[in-house]
């Protein structure tokens, strides 16, 4: 069974710091593009940062400058450093991966399990 486990959440203070890790564990063929969601209360979940297994990286504009997304293909895993955190970055943050699993014909999408963060000001 192919999943996606993230880690790394937590309270902080405003200014704060803290890094998001999902590692992609099981079967799997080949990873394409690997990113983070956030969804916070009464919200829709929105993308924060994606990157492709080669390509360049995608962020929202509210994190630039701010978070780096970055990858380690060797071990499946994707993370999220989050730096100068605001209050509004209050969220659930999902991790997301376009993946091929061994024996399939077509790449699957999948969600990690989500991992609170509370940014208090």
């Known amino acids: 069974q192919v999943q996606l486990v993230e880690s790394g959440g937590g309270l902080v203070q405003a200014g704060g710091s803290l890094r998001l890790s999902c590692a992609a564990s099981?079967?799997?063929?080949?990873?394409?593009?690997m990113g983070w969601y956030r969804q916070a209360p009464g919200k829709q979940r929105e993308l924060v940062a994606a990157?492709?297994?080669?390509?360049?990286?995608n962020y929202a504009d509210s994190v630039k400058g701010r978070f780096t997304i970055s990858r380690d293909n060797a071990k499946n895993t994707v993370y999220l450093q989050m730096n100068s955190l605001k209050p509004e970055d209050t969220a659930v943050y999902y991790c997301?991966?376009?993946?091929?699993?061994?024996?399939?014909?077509?790449?699957?999408?999948?969600w990690g399990q989500g991992t609170q963060v509370t940014v208090s000001s």
């Open positions: 099981g079967s799997i063929f080949s990873i394409n593009a």
């Open positions: 997301n991966a376009d993946l091929i699993r061994v024996g399939a014909r077509y790449p699957s999408n999948l």
């Open positions: 990157m492709p297994k080669g390509g360049n990286t």
